[in-house]
Every structure is written in structure tokens, then in C-alpha cells.
């Protein structure tokens, strides 16, 4: 490809095809030649290199009718980088901000073979510590962080992990099906799940899943005694969760275009 005479620096190319990618991204139609030069200010013969070299490529491709939208070039590279992006190290500084503004002890947690593990944990100030730590493994029909994961499964592999079976761990745990399904469903209506005592007797938790571009990825929750956690706060204590869910959903390349009431994707 012959470079036009006159194309400017190389790191002022670099800043236009970026440009083209975003606006071409951001147009459900896709853009001509003339549409991006207009909308840039810049000439035609710079956007046509540009566009040639990212179409030769694979970032771009060109329609019959002159009109240019990304291609799967681009999509390679996303999930290259989504791939080398750590839920943990993501979510560790949003775990602390939890904590400071809960007071309450926060959890990271994914789902391994049936089970909700614990990933990350801040703990609270204070003397009151959660019986907790990071590898440790959960039931998720008993716990918010596994409810919140269970919530947004396919229903044969809901129906595969409860098979298994749902130990009653407490007089509040939930052990039939069909009223776990029904809490489920009010998990996903309103975007975070509970744990009423229903893993520890004294113990109250909160939690909101965390999405990426694939689905469910994580959850995060909040963990403290009922003295610390009293029934009246669930709703405050569940908005700080699920902001803290939501904020490390984007950092995973979640769109909250996506949902449609809280945090629900299903």
C-alpha cells in the first residue's frame, strides 16, 4: 500500500484510525469514507489509507455499498484482553471502598463445581471477625454470594447442582426446591440475593453477581453479625453491593444497557 505524500506523523494516524474505530463503533449503520472525514474534519485520502490498512487487517470491513463496520479482527483482541483481566485484582479495591462505606465485611466469590469459593475477603474494623478466608467453599442454595451466582445459570445446570442435594444448615435454611427457585426469581427481580441466617445461625449477608460480556462471573456480598446487620438495613446495605457489582461488571466489559430492572441479565 502506497502511503499518500501527504499522510502526517505516524502517531497522529494512530489517533485518527482510533478515532474511526469509535465512531464506527458507536454507528449501527456503519460509515463511508465521506462520513468519517466530515465527522473528523480531516481528507479524504487520510481516511482512505486508514481505513484500507485497518480493513487489511480485520478491524474493519467494507460493505457493497461503501460503508465500513468493525470486524472480527477487533473481537480476537477483546477477548485477548478480557482474558488477562483478573475478577480479583479488579474487585479488591471495590471490596475495600464496600467495607468503608458498610462497615460490614466484604466477599469475592466464583462458582467451582457446584460450589460458591471465596476469592478475595476484606474484613470489617473492629473486634467482630468473619469465620472466612479466601479458598474457602460454600454452598450456594445457603449463602447470598451463591444465590447470586445460582440466580443467573441456565436452569438444567441450576436443576444438575441441586440434584446434589440442599443440606439444611439452619433452622432458615432453604431446602426445598421450589422455594429456592422462587427466591431465585425474586433474586434476579430485584438484583441481589440474601443469606438470612440460612448458612450460620447470627449471621446476615447480602450479595449482587458480577457480569461480564460472557454472563455471570462473580458475586460480591457483605457479611455481619445480626447485631451488626440488623433485618431494616438489607436495602441499604444491597444498593452499596450492587453498586459495587455493577462497577466491577463494566470494568469486565458488561454494558448496563443489558439489564433492564438493577443488575439482572437473565
Known amino acids: 500500500m502506497t502511503r499518500p505524500k501527504s499522510a502526517e506523523s505516524p502517531s497522529i494516524a494512530v489517533h485518527r484510525a482510533l478515532a474511526m474505530l469509535d465512531l464506527i ?16 474534519k480531516i481528507p479524504k485520502s487520510s481516511t482512505s489509507y486508514i481505513l484500507r490498512a485497518l480493513e487489511s487487517g480485520g478491524y474493519l ?70 469465620n472466612t478466608w479466601p479458598g474457602r467453599r460454600m454452598n450456594l442454595h445457603s449463602t447470598s454470594v ?32 421450589a422455594k429456592l427457585h422462587a427466591d431465585l426469581e425474586h433474586t434476579r427481580r430485584r438484583g441481589y440475593a440474601t443469606d438470612e441466617q440460612e448458612s450460620t445461625v447470627g449471621i446476615r449477608c447480602v450479595a449482587a453477581p458480577i457480569f461480564s460480556a460472557q454472563g ?34 463494566i470494568q469486565l466489559g458488561w454494558s448496563p444497557e443489558r439489564t433492564t430492572a438493577g443488575i439482572s441479565a437473565r
Open 216 to 249: 455471570v462471573t462473580a458475586s460480591i456480598g457483605v457479611t455481619g453479625t445480626v447485631t451488626q446487620f440488623h433485618a431494616s438495613e438489607v436495602h441499604r446495605f444491597a444498593e452499596m453491593v450492587k453498586d459495587a457489582a455493577r462497577r466491577v461488571s
Open 146 to 177: 451463591g444465590k447470586a451466582l445460582l440466580a443467573y445459570l441456565p436452569e438444567d445446570e441450576v436443576a444438575r447442582i441441586l440434584e446434589k442435594g440442599m443440606k439444611k444448615w439452619t433452622p432458615h435454611t432453604i431446602t426445598v426446591a
Open 61 to 130: 470491513r467494507r460493505e457493497p455499498e461503501g460503508k465500513y463496520r468493525l470486524g472480527l479482527a477487533l473481537l480476537s483482541l477483546a477477548s485477548r484482553a478480557m482474558d488477562g483481566l483478573d475478577v480479583r485484582d479488579l474487585a479488591l479495591p471495590v471490596l475495600q471502598h464496600l467495607v468503608d462505606r458498610s462497615g460490614l465485611t466484604a466477599h469475592l466469590a466464583v462458582l467451582d463445581h457446584g460450589q460458591a469459593v471465596y476469592i478475595a475477603k476484606v474484613d470489617a474494623p473492629g473486634f467482630i471477625k468473619m
Open 25 to 40: 463503533a458507536k454507528s449501527a449503520g456503519g460509515l463511508t469514507n465521506s462520513d468519517l472525514s466530515r465527522k473528523l
